[in-house]
């Protein structure tokens, strides 16, 4: 007999964690007997396109890359992680949709600009936003089709979400929309993706500075919010931050102005040149290092093929567990995943530069091996006795010169400096262009790879408190974020190109920023460069703060002072108390916990509010993983969609009280694209 008892689900964003909820909702649906199922409606709500969402937006410039190639990202369980899962209604990743598009008449419809794009990417190439936000809006409109074919009813209001309460314990959620009213539903996923942010004080006291002085300030934003055509042609603009940002930023100003990167025909580092349009700022870039995040390298596979973790595995981490033991980053986890970045190196060394070394290649790699593989804290020092007889100092590498490429020390003014940042650019475009022959960038995915299974272990509840605040997030996630996350190998290309044609500067590490109140201008300086830029333009060139605490969105806010939601606190390790990014939440399927400590019935978080409970949330989905690691967010997607049809077989907290509802005036099914 079929279910006639409606639930109505409410999924706040439209982005790609939205979706993914949606489908893991349809996938469960359609996997319950025809019998079981009941009425059930998912309304999304979003001012934006269901899919693309606010970041993935279609029509935004295609100058603006991914910086995850073709063959990684996805929104739905394809490949191996599919065999995990419940089958999915659409069941294609990014790459899959690419093939299909280009080997097919199944892309005739999708934009002239699309289809020639679509052709000339590779698996290992770096999509624009824009064509992955038409993915994920071609993946909606499948689930659409899936939802209508099932019965489900999928409806999308282009609207914002102002406030969520409870109007008595028990009941449904009321969902007060902009413009449209208020929506009853027996469900609520938060899937709400970047924020607007509060500035920092700085930040402040920079734009107040800006109004005084008729100065021109942009803040933190998302790239395709920001009028970039307000920087004036040949005056100087000061940047800070040298990650994504910049280079949506660098890109747009020189390209997007009729600039052109042509080839020199010299060797990878030096094999572009810039012919500028006359229409280009002149931009003087900052950031912490000093220098940007270094890029990808240039491989057939997101983890290089030669790269296999032997000491930080899934297996080890499991270990730690069975043994009851909490584990610390520094003391138990650090030194097993460096190890496998020190083989990574070094053994790629051997196998591309043995002439260099002082010993065999072969007897060389054997010591290495007995040193790596010595348990407790001597593997470390023997590590560097091998080393110090077999390899010559310039070759070798370390942490501290990764975290601090430019070294802290003095330079004789800007042309040194701005030349010490060219050689950096050169050599990281050259070691990209490398891919698996490069030393360097074999070390670099032996982190990314670990990343993965860290990234697993946190999510899981797996490390203590205070070494997440003090470890991981004080000292590891900004190095491996300056070795791992940054922009495609072209973009490093470009920027050496730029620094040659004297279209970009750098300020130098460790920079301030400040304004000179007597001459009316923003000022930055370095303390190891000594030279001091002005300028009437200052570009914040990251995105808002992604703390719940300082987010100035209606709708969290409201919750956070009502007491539905609350930060995590965690306690460092000498009993102070840390407010931390990210919601206080339950295990998946990660219910917020509220201002009494009780966690919230029938609603649920997903995506970057996440943060203090995961690690990475802003990275995608990788096609092929496991759940339980680089696909993690479609297994938390799943959790998520089994908790809501569990809620829907048992007649949900406001059972019935969306029965009978009208939609919102503004509720619209998109046509196909």
């Known amino acids: 007999m079929t279910n006639t008892q409606s639930f109505h689900v409410a999924v706040i964003g439209a982005g790609p964690r939205g979706i993914s909820v949606v489908e893991?909702?349809?996938?469960?649906?359609?996997?319950?007997?025809?019998?079981?199922?009941?009425?059930?409606?998912i309304t999304v709500l979003d001012p934006f396109n269901p899919g693309p969402g606010h970041v993935w937006r279609t029509g935004q410039s295609r100058l603006f890359l991914m910086n995850t190639p073709a063959l990684f990202p996805t929104v739905v369980p394809a490949g191996a992680t599919a065999a995990e899962l419940a089958a999915s209604p659409t069941g294609l990743s990014f790459e899959q949709w690419r093939i299909r598009m280009t080997e097919?008449?199944?892309?005739?419809?999708?934009?002239?600009?699309?289809?020639?794009?679509?052709?000339?990417?590779?698996?290992?190439?770096?999509a624009s936003r824009a064509v992955y936000g038409r993915y994920l809006e071609w993946t909606y409109a499948r689930l659409r089709e899936a939802a209508s074919a099932a019965g489900v009813r999928l409806v999308h209001v282009r609207a914002e979400v102002l406030s969520l309460a409870r109007p008595e314990p028990g009941s449904g959620w009321s969902v007060e929309v902009a413009g449209e009213g208020t929506l009853a539903a027996d469900a609520v996923v938060l899937a709400l993706g970047h924020l607007p942010a509060a500035l920092s004080a700085d930040q402040d006291r920079l734009r107040d500075a800006a109004d005084r002085h008729n100065l021109r300030y942009l803040p933190p934003a998302v790239p395709s919010d920001v009028d970039l055509s307000v920087l004036p042609a040949g005056e100087p603009v000061l940047v800070r931050g040298l990650g994504l940002n910049f280079f949506d930023i660098m890109i747009q100003v020189t390209s997007g102005r009729g600039g052109r990167f042509v080839p020199s025909g010299e060797p990878a580092g030096r094999a572009l040149r810039y012919e500028p349009s006359g229409r280009e700022p002149v931009l003087v870039a900052a950031s912490r290092r000093g220098t940007p995040y270094r890029?990808?390298?240039?491989?057939?596979?997101?983890?290089?093929?030669g790269v296999k973790l032997r000491y930080f595995t899934e297996e080890t981490a499991a270990a730690f567990r069975e043994q009851g033991i909490l584990p610390g980053f520094d003391h138990d986890l650090w030194p097993?995943?460096?190890?496998?970045?020190?083989?990574?190196?070094?053994?790629?060394?051997?196998r591309v530069a043995a002439d260099e070394l002082l010993t065999p290649a072969s007897a060389f790699l054997d010591e290495l091996r007995a040193a790596l593989d010595l348990p407790g804290p001597d593997w470390d020092a023997a590590k560097e006795e091998v080393l110090g007889r077999c390899v010559p100092a310039a070759r070798r590498t370390n942490l501290e010169a990764l975290a601090q490429p430019l070294g802290r020390r003095p330079y004789r003014g800007a042309r040194e400096l701005d030349d010490?940042?060219?050689?950096?650019?050169?050599?990281d475009a050259a070691g990209s262009d490398a891919g698996e022959d490069n030393p360097l960038k074999m070390m670099i995915g032996a982190l990314n790879a670990g990343r993965t299974v860290l990234k697993a272990i946190v999510a899981d509840g797996g490390l203590a408190e205070a070494s997440w605040l003090?470890?991981?997030?004080?000292?590891?996630?900004?190095?491996?974020e300056g070795l791992a996350?940054?922009?495609?190998?072209?973009?490093?290309?470009?920027?050496?190109?730029?620094?040659?044609?004297?279209?970009?500067?750098?300020?130098g590490p460790d920079p301030r920023f400040d304004v000179d109140e007597a001459r009316g201008v923003f000022t930055g300086v370095s303390p190891w460069s000594g030279t001091e830029y002005a300028a009437r333009t200052l570009?914040?060139?990251?995105?808002?703060a992604n703390r719940v605490d300082r987010n100035i969105s209606p709708l969290l806010g409201g919750m956070l002072h009502s007491g539905l939601v609350r930060p995590k606190v965690m306690m460092a390790g000498d009993g102070t108390a840390v407010v931390t990014p990210g919601l206080d939440v339950t295990l998946p399927p990660y219910r917020p916990v509220g201002i009494s400590g009780e966690p919230q019935q029938d609603l649920y978080v997903l995506g970057l509010q996440l943060s203090s409970v995961q690690w990475g949330t802003a990275i995608a989905a990788e096609a092929g993983s496991p759940g339980r690691a680089g696909a993690r967010t479609l297994r938390d997607a799943a959790d998520i969609a089994d908790a809501l049809l569990a809620s829907a077989a048992r007649g949900g907290a406001g059972a019935g009280s969306t029965a009978g509802k009208q939609p919102l005036a503004n509720a619209q099914a998109l046509p196909h694209p």
């Open 24 to 41: 893991r909702t349809l996938a469960g649906y359609l996997a319950l007997a025809p019998d079981a199922r009941p009425a059930l409606t």
């Open 104 to 126: 097919s008449d199944a892309g005739a419809d999708l934009p002239a600009a699309d289809r020639e794009e679509l052709a000339g990417l590779t698996p290992g190439a770096f």
């Open 295 to 305: 890029a990808k390298a240039r491989l057939e596979s997101y983890v290089p093929r």
């Open 336 to 350: 097993l995943l460096h190890r496998d970045a020190v083989w990574a190196y070094y053994s790629t060394l051997a």
């Open 420 to 427: 010490a940042v060219l050689a950096y650019l050169e050599d």
């Open 470 to 480: 003090t470890e991981l997030r004080g000292w590891f996630e900004p190095l491996v």
């Open 485 to 507: 996350s940054g922009p495609p190998p072209e973009r490093i290309e470009q920027l050496a190109a730029l620094v040659r044609a004297g279209i970009v500067h750098f300020v």
């Open 539 to 544: 570009v914040e060139a990251m995105m808002p």
